[in-house]
């Protein structure tokens, strides 16, 4: 079974500073891995993906991901916050033996940006 | 492209009445669409899956005949709570994806109070 890890269910940083969320993984086979970001009452919006191709995955808004199998992570970073980024944001996993569709997320990360 | 639309976008019911939410994607055949609840500050959970023209998968401990699912055509869904009661009072998420696209589109979600 496939399960992801987020460390820290609320990160704070001030504008301007470094974003960083972190995502651990288990999964048996090469999985394919997602962070997604939620606004408050609404669906999740696509930030980035990692489908087996480049390990450093650039995303929508300026950020960012890095997959590390020897570490079995995907953080997601940003250099620079800004007040929009302030939100819920969701690393998942997918199941390869489900055509790579079926996602299992994490507990989520609520990031405040401090002004 | 890629855009999943819900309807409605909030409802509030009496308990013992039946809810129905419509998922719908609205420029692309989605060969399969995921159904997810989200209780306030947690995660989603899948509670099934459902492929066009043939019977909703359901998760582990998800009451497939509370919890009615029909997909009939490659771009609508629909989620019936049926004889609702206040513990599903939730915000409920549909998303869809293509056969080995290894993304899913989600929809804005669909809050429901029972009463």
């Known amino acids: 079974a496939q399960s992801v890890t987020q460390l820290g269910s609320h990160v704070s940083v001030s504008e301007g500073a470094l974003v960083l969320l972190r995502c651990n993984y288990s999964?048996?086979?090469?999985?394919?891995l997602f962070w997604y970001v939620q606004y408050p009452n609404q669906g999740l919006q696509l930030l980035l993906k990692?489908?087996?191709?480049?390990?450093l995955v650039k995303g929508i808004n300026g950020f960012e991901a890095e997959f590390k199998k020897s570490e079995t992570s995907f953080h997601l970073t940003k250099p620079s916050a800004h007040m929009s980024d302030a939100a819920e944001y969701f690393c998942a996993v997918s199941d390869p033996n489900f055509g790579n569709e079926k996602l299992t997320f994490g507990t989520g990360t609520r990031l405040t940006i401090i002004p | 492209g890629a855009v999943v639309s819900q309807h409605p976008s909030w409802v509030i019911c009496k308990s013992g009445t039946s809810v129905k939410i419509e998922c719908r994607s609205l420029d692309f055949q989605a060969t399969t669409m995921f159904w997810y609840r989200q209780f306030p500050k947690q995660s989603l959970m899948l509670m099934a899956t459902?492929?066009?023209?043939?019977?909703?998968?359901?998760e582990q401990g998800v009451e497939k005949d509370k919890f009615l699912i029909n997909h009939a055509s490659l771009t609508l869904s629909t989620l019936t709570v049926t004889s609702a009661h206040p513990e599903d009072s939730s915000f409920y998420i549909c998303?869809?994806?293509?056969?080995?696209?290894?993304?899913?589109?989600f929809g804005p979600g669909t809050r429901l109070t029972v009463l």
């Open positions: 998303s869809a994806g293509r056969t080995f696209q290894n993304e899913q589109f």
């Open positions: 459902s492929n066009e023209g043939s019977k909703a998968t359901y």
């Open positions: 999964s048996s086979v090469p999985p394919y």
């Open positions: 990692y489908t087996s191709a480049a390990t």
